[in-house]
């Protein structure tokens, strides 16, 4: 499986943006697939992870942001709307591939597929 994100850009605070995230090869809605990010000198943290039809979230983004997957087109989306100067980052979507791993959803361990990474900016 490989991963293309895609949909970042510059956005002015209250913006909404909608990333994508398009997987080659087969994936399964029973494994997790995710979004991190990762702003300048941070860490990559976790954002969102929809896993079996459920879904969870940071607690930054809650009630902001919606992760959805579309099993017809592969591929997995970030809806994000309110979104505020602390949101700028590098967006990275992550896919488990294998239904297990170390630590759990929220972790970035857990992943062992990523994609690019996109640009979010979000001005004040």
């Known amino acids: 499986v490989q991963l293309q994100a895609s949909g970042g850009g510059l956005v002015q605070a209250g913006g909404s943006l909608r990333l994508s995230c398009a997987a080659s090869?087969?994936?399964?809605?029973?494994?997790?697939m995710s979004w991190f990010r990762q702003a300048p000198g941070k860490e990559r943290e976790f954002v969102a992870v929809?896993?079996?039809?459920?879904?969870y979230y940071a607690d930054s983004v809650k009630g902001r942001f919606t992760i959805s997957r579309d099993a017809a087109k592969n591929a997995a989306y970030l809806q994000m709307n309110s979104l505020k100067p602390e949101d700028t980052a590098i967006y990275y979507c992550?896919?488990?591939?294998?239904?297990?791993?170390?630590?759990?959803?929220?972790?970035?361990?857990?992943?062992?597929?990523w994609g690019q990474g996109t640009q979010v900016t979000v001005s004040s």
């Open positions: 992550g896919y488990n591939s294998n239904g297990y791993g170390p630590g759990g959803p929220r972790e970035r361990l857990f992943y062992d597929v």
């Open positions: 090869g087969r994936t399964f809605s029973t494994y997790a």
């Open positions: 929809g896993i079996g039809g459920a879904t």
